[in-house]
């Protein structure tokens, strides 16, 4: 299974998602990678016709939904 490295995260924010974490039962990295999981499956219901600047598009979408669900 690949690895990923995040450097230079805002203490505030790794502070919201280690809170999120708890909330959810699950560790730092587990809810991690659960918010990366639904952030693919988000994208992946955008059709984008192979245009890869609807494909950014819909990748910004997706990142909006994920960080309100984090910061609320």
Do not use: W
Request: glycine share 4%; hydrophobic share 40%; aromatic share 4%.
């Amino acid at each position: 299974m690949a690895q990923i490295l995040v450097e230079n995260i805002d203490p505030v924010i790794l502070e919201k998602l280690a809170t999120l974490a708890k909330q959810h039962g699950r560790s730092l990295q587990e809810e991690l990678k659960h918010i990366l999981e639904q952030a693919a499956e988000t994208t992946t219901n955008y059709y984008t016709g192979g245009n890869m600047e609807q494909a950014r598009e819909a990748v910004a979408r997706a990142q909006v939904k994920i960080c309100r669900k984090i910061f609320q």
